[in-house]
């Protein structure tokens, strides 16, 4: 279980939304795959912008759900780019849930996308190294 005093990674989110009634399974759990495509959606940004064009899931590695999100949570996913190969890029993301009258910021999961930039093609195509820092 993740410790209260933990910040939300520096920097803006890739995507803030706030949880809501359709989000739900029929208990009033918030569905743990739409949690999913918006973390794939933040890492599909950084795979795009890094490689310049389309970029395609192909796999997720390491997701755990450490805390509900409810109906009415800020959900803010964080995404980096944790690695390159010639074709490949490897984003690490956060999601992190906030109520929407609290300041406290909740780690609710986290995974490893990774993501093969294509041409139009649609076959591998060769992205840039991570640039230094």
Known sequence: MPQAEEQPPAGSPAVRVIAMPADTNPYGDIFGGWLMSLMDSAAGS????????????????GMTFLRPVV????????????????????????AWRRTRHDDRSYRVTRATFTFVAIGEDR?????PPIPAE
Request: hydrophobic share 45%; no cysteine; glycine share 8%.
């Open 46 to 61: 950084v795979a795009a912008r890094h490689s310049k064009g389309r970029a395609v899931t192909i796999a997720v590695e």
């Open 71 to 94: 109906v009415g949570d800020e959900v803010s996913v964080y995404a980096k780019l944790a690695g390159v190969g010639h074709t490949s890029m490897r984003i690490d993301v956060e």
């Open 123 to 127: 076959k591998p195509r060769l992205v």
